[in-house]
């Protein structure tokens, strides 16, 4: 059967797929994106209370009734894919599946498609990211990356 390179994000989809493809007899190539960007909590379990002492308390307890949920400020916040535990999820399930696995800088790439959309959107035009995203990444580069490991098919 054919070689196939899949993106794995960690997630339920990407495992499902890379089964599914070796059941059907397909050698796979697992690949994780890094993209370079790092996602900061978007609040955090402490804040700091308007008291005359300046002490930590925690947001309830502040005051703050109606706040977003409270999240550990001691671990990237969960917004999307591509952070550290999602590599970590993606490298057990390949090593579950006993398949090759790769984690791939693209932090040039990704600045290449956020300087686009900067620039896009200073000049009063509204960016799509995702068509430059497609077209520099799944479709350059990936395709690159495929040919490199002899992979058939995306």
């Known amino acids: 059967m054919a070689k196939a390179l899949i993106m794995m994000s960690g997630g339920v989809d990407s495992s499902v797929a890379a089964h599914l493809l070796?059941?059907?007899?397909?050698?796979?190539?697992?690949?994780?994106?890094?993209?370079?960007?790092?996602?900061?909590?978007?609040?955090?379990?402490?804040?700091?209370?308007?008291?005359?002492?300046?002490?930590?308390?925690?947001?309830?307890?502040?005051?703050?009734?109606?706040?977003?949920?409270?999240?550990?400020?001691?671990?990237?916040?969960?917004?999307?894919?591509c952070s550290a535990s999602d590599a970590a999820d993606a490298r057990r399930v390949a090593d579950r599946l006993d398949i090759r696995f790769?984690?791939?800088?693209?932090?040039?790439?990704?600045?290449?498609?956020?300087?686009?959309f900067v620039?896009?959107?200073?000049?009063?035009?509204?960016?799509n990211p995702c068509v430059m995203c497609n077209n520099w990444i799944k479709f350059g580069r990936l395709a690159e990356y495929a040919d490199g490991v002899g992979a058939e098919f995306i």
């Open 22 to 81: 070796l059941e059907a007899g397909h050698e796979v190539v697992g690949l994780f994106m890094r993209h370079g960007q790092v996602f900061e909590p978007a609040c955090a379990v402490e804040t700091v209370a308007a008291s005359s002492a300046g002490t930590r308390q925690s947001a309830r307890s502040a005051g703050s009734l109606g706040s977003l949920p409270i999240v550990e400020p001691t671990s990237p916040h969960k917004q999307g894919c």
């Open 102 to 116: 790769y984690a791939v800088d693209f932090t040039g790439d990704f600045d290449r498609i956020v300087d686009y």
């Open 119 to 127: 620039d896009e959107y200073s000049r009063g035009r509204t960016p």
